[in-house]
């Protein structure tokens, strides 16, 4: 979340990387430039602080010159279940030590943009991901956590993680289902503590109090934090093994 969001990830990937023997990390960055879409900048800035793979959002496209980074990039997709004709791609791959990992983002209706079906969306990108790699890793970005439920259990056994991305609050659901993939209704957010998830806790109020207001900012001071999820996949078959959850509080 905003300029917060990408400190936090500068101090703490590395170290979690070490730590915990991470392979490979991909992150949500649909808010990582002043907490509205992405742009080319932070996108690099992203990679540069050790995350190898980033998706979107109903916010990727919240900064129009980003479409064209959008086209070329090789790392950074958008939700696959809009539009063909929307800029960029839903689904990707990116090689570690000699394996490839696949990721889809796809994009839940209730309560969010009007997008095609996630469902069949997710059937026709894990068609040719599954041709290239036993590894898939799913971004579900939505708001209702049935959807994202729904969405873990229709995947199970078919990819290796489902992570929810949207709400900004960390769950604590991280399992593994009976199929073998790892499941997750919210990561959570990387980025300010104070605030309404991640936003100026002064506009959000008026917001609700008034009906008016003027638009969000990213909470800039007060105590940061780090949220995420850590998911042991075996290469061969690509069923997980386990998932650990992150969330680390009161980074100054």
Request: charge should be neutral.
């Amino acid at each position: 979340m905003g300029a917060p969001g990408r400190e936090v990830l500068k101090r703490c990937v590395a170290l979690l990387r070490e730590q915990h023997k991470i392979h490979a990390c991909i992150a949500n960055g649909e808010n990582a430039a002043g907490g509205f879409g992405l742009t080319a900048q932070t996108a690099e800035e992203i990679f540069a602080s050790g995350i190898d793979f980033i998706t979107g959002g109903n916010h990727i496209f919240d900064k129009r010159d980003f479409s064209a980074y959008l086209e070329t990039s090789g790392r950074v997709i958008r939700p696959a279940n809009y539009p063909p004709s929307a800029p960029g791609r839903g689904a990707g791959t990116f090689s570690v030590d000699g394996t490839t990992i696949g990721v889809l983002n796809v994009m839940g209706r209730t309560f969010m943009p009007p997008v095609d079906d996630p469902f069949r969306s997710a059937d026709a990108c894990l068609v040719e991901l599954r041709a290239r790699t036993p590894i898939v890793v799913v971004d579900v970005h939505a708001e209702a956590t049935s959807e994202k439920v729904a969405l873990g259990r229709y995947l199970d056994g078919r990819v290796s993680c489902v992570f929810g991305t949207h709400t900004h609050v960390q769950t604590s659901d991280e399992q593994i289902l009976p199929g073998g993939t790892a499941y997750i209704s919210d990561l959570g957010m990387t980025g300010p503590t104070d605030g309404v998830i991640g936003m100026d806790a002064g506009a959000v109020l008026e917001r609700f109090l008034t009906g008016i207001s003027e638009r969000f900012s990213v909470q800039k001071t007060g105590p940061k934090q780090f949220c995420g999820a850590v998911v042991s996949i075996d290469p061969a078959t690509g069923r997980a093994h386990e998932i650990k959850r992150i969330f680390l509080k009161g980074i100054a």
